[in-house]
């Protein structure tokens, strides 16, 4: 069972900028990424990077957002810009394993992001 450890949320002004990261107790991995969920809204895909280093993001965020992938520290971080108040919710790290995601996917407890106008 992988362990994901969630850092960097936070409150922030609008137009302004946060950095989440997410350390992965296990290296080999097919798929990580970030999602969020809003209260009152399904959880939906933010970015998610895979281990041969290709990225996708959510139209919402293209332009603002970058994922990379930190092998030496085994971290994933996602690095906001521009943020607007409908970014606020809460960030989820994702881990799939080198199964890849459809054997399951591994959630951190999530990390509050939060942007005022």
């Known amino acids: 069972q992988v362990q994901l450890v969630e850092s960097g949320g936070g409150w922030v002004q609008a137009g302004g900028s946060l950095r989440l990261s997410c350390a992965a107790s296990?290296?080999?991995?097919?798929?990580m990424g970030w999602y969020r969920q809003a209260p009152g809204k399904q959880r939906e895909m933010v970015a998610t990077i895979t281990n041969a280093g290709g990225t996708a993001y959510a139209d919402s965020v293209k332009g603002r957002f970058a994922i990379t992938h930190n092998s030496a520290k085994n971290t994933v971080d996602l690095q906001m810009s521009s943020l607007k108040p409908e970014d606020t919710a809460i960030y989820y790290c994702?881990?799939?394993?080198?199964?890849?995601?459809?054997?399951?996917?591994?959630w951190g407890r999530g990390t509050q992001v939060t942007v005022s106008s």
């Open positions: 296990r290296s080999i991995f097919s798929e």
């Open positions: 994702s881990f799939c394993s080198e199964n890849g995601c459809y054997s399951g996917i591994s």
